[in-house]
T-cell receptor, first 113, second 110 residues
Framework: GAVVSQHPSRVICKSGTSVKIECRSL??????MFWYRQFPKQSLMLMAT?????????EQGVEKDKFLINHASLTLSTLTVTSAHPEDSSFYIC?????????FGPGTRLTVL | LAKTTQPISMDSYEGQEVNITCSHN???????ITWYQQFPSQGPRFIIQ???TKVTNEVASLFIPADRKSSTLSLPRVSLSDTAVYYC???????????FGGGTRLMVKP
């Protein structure tokens, strides 16, 4: 199957700082990638759809100015959590579509102190 | 938006066959049915995908009836390492985005 990677796997930051998470499709090109967030014991919640070369589409209730998404190439999308606060602590997971199948990255554990 | 429904949890024992059924009442004509497995602190892992009838790979089988209103993931001879959450996400109207429900938490006991 197709491989999606994320970096970093875990990050701890201070409140008020910004954190960037990278998502890469390693063996395929993805014009569309997706960013999900998952809180403990809960399911994945779609945050936004990242489109190569254009603006991301955010789900209702997700602040676009707080969660900046850049999809600069066909293999890389980045999510920047700006001015992070403790309530942003979560597990962030990206995915990309390859031949009608969506493949997920390993996730990034963000802890905001 | 096509939502799916599946049991919250299931228990099984090592060596048994496990069948998890998902309801796809609003599935669109062109949508595939996909199942994922998720371990704690990991991203969902693709298990199997199908459109109709039966699909089998080295990990599982997927049964889809003719009306496609449901699907059943079959895991043969489960082991302790199959303890995980299993998802059968629905899709948005365009069919290119997955929406996850609560999943089925499978516990395999010795």
């Amino acid at each position: 199957g197709a491989v999606v990677s994320q970096h970093p796997s875990r990050v701890i930051c201070k409140s008020g700082t910004s954190v960037k998470i990278e998502c890469r499709s390693l063996d395929f090109q993805a014009t569309t990638m997706f960013w999900y967030r998952q809180f403990p014991k809960q399911s994945l919640m779609l945050m936004a759809t990242s489109n190569e070369g254009s603006k991301a589409t955010y789900e209702q209730g997700v602040e676009k100015d707080k969660f900046l998404i850049n999809h600069a190439s066909l293999t890389l999308s980045t999510l920047t959590v700006t001015s992070a606060h403790p309530e942003d602590s979560s597990f962030y997971i990206c995915s990309a579509m390859s031949r009608d199948t969506q493949y997920f990255g390993p996730g990034t554990r963000l802890t905001v102190l | 938006l096509a939502k799916t429904t599946q049991p919250i949890s299931m228990d099984s024992y090592e060596g048994q066959e496990v069948n998890i059924t998902c309801s796809h009442n609003n599935i669109a004509t062109n949508d595939y049915i996909t199942w994922y497995q998720q371990f704690p602190s990991q991203g969902p892992r693709f298990i199997i995908q199908g459109y109709k009838t039966k699909v089998t790979n080295e990990v599982a089988s997927l049964f889809i009836p003719a009306d496609r209103k449901s699907s059943t993931l079959s895991l043969p001879r489960v082991s302790l390492s199959d303890t995980a959450v299993y998802y059968c996400p629905g899709r948005n109207n365009a069919g290119n985005m997955l929406t996850f429900g609560g999943g089925t938490r499978l516990m395999v006991k010795p």
